[in-house]
């Protein structure tokens, strides 16, 4: 059934939906001079913060001149896929300042060797430094590894913090425990405390701080503009990148249950490619697109699109568009894909335009006119 599905997503992707046409998107570039960026949050004025993989935090002008790189910075270990990941602001912003950043954290495990995981810090903005910094959360266990940090932060509706986080790649096992972090999407205060109707708070051997598991990468989140749920895709091997309505206490299979499979070998993985205990993915990738980056569209500036959640890819090079009928992905379509650029975030500005951050060593932020 699900093999279906993504045949009759794939047909949809020939019959365009009403409204603008990819034709008429006009990519217009920002703010260009960016290494790798990763993460991207506008402030209430319009101002955009940009943090750069190798560990810098950047504010974009409107005009779209950088700034120095933000002071205050904690420490981060840029290898592989690590580094300064995604950035939020408080929703209290006007009223605190504060900024939230993710990154890979360095560090040493139980035997005192080097390692890292994903942390998150909070610190306020004054001009152009970050003070008061403070560790709100960190991954556990910590141990070596160059490969799937996550991340990015989403603040719900009441005010408490998401965080998706990887399985880090040699540990997959360990997203079906709740003994660790790793491949758990987690909810904290925003002051790092553990909220009391978490899901798994005061169940023996499971850490307070786990929302899901069962999660391999998750490099996209957002909430949904009328249910306010929290959405988020995560990156399959070789297949099985999969969108899914992220909830409370649920298993989402990983390495259990996906359609991805085993690089070099291609043989399958885990048991099945589905299980009743187990939330279907609302639309699955094969082969991978490796997604990253998502956003609602609920602004009127593109006929016909509002409402669309769109999706960046990386291994793909190009920006997705499902178009949705409730919770149901009824159309995708594939933009900017002339461009030849990896796409690692999406976001819509307070203006109405969605932007894009490409990534690469000089990469862009581009807003998307009609």
Known sequence: MRHLHALLIALACSAWSPGITAQELRPVTV??????PWGLA????????VTERPGRLRMVAATGQLSEPIAGLPAVDARGQGGL?????????????????SYSEPGIDADGDRANSTAVARAQLEGNRLVNLQVIFRQLPKFDSKAHFGSRLVFAR?????????DRYKRRDDAQTLDTHHGKVVRIEPDGKVPTDNPFVGRAGALPEIWSYGHRNVQGAALHPTTGELWT???????????NITMAGRN??????????EYVTGLSIGEATSRADVPAPLTVWIPSIAPSGMAFLTSDRYPGWK?????????????????????????EHRLLSSLGERIRDVRQGPDGWLYVLTDSPQGRVIRLEP
Do not use: C
């Open 233 to 243: 895709h995560e990156h399959g091997p070789q297949g099985g990148d999969e969108l």
């Open 252 to 261: 989402y299979g990983w390495p259990v249950i996906t359609q991805g499979r």
């Open 307 to 331: 409402g669309n959640l769109f999706v960046g890819a990386l291994r793909g090079q190009m920006l997705v568009q499902l178009v949705l009928d409730g919770n149901k992905v009824v159309q």
């Open 42 to 49: 506008f402030l209430p004025d319009g101002r955009m913060l």
């Open 31 to 36: 703010a260009s001079g960016l290494q790798n």
């Open 158 to 166: 009441d005010g408490r913090l998401f965080i998706t986080l990887g």
């Open 85 to 101: 990941l995604d950035v939020a602001i408080d929703p209290k912003f006007s009223d605190n300042q504060r900024v939230y950043l």
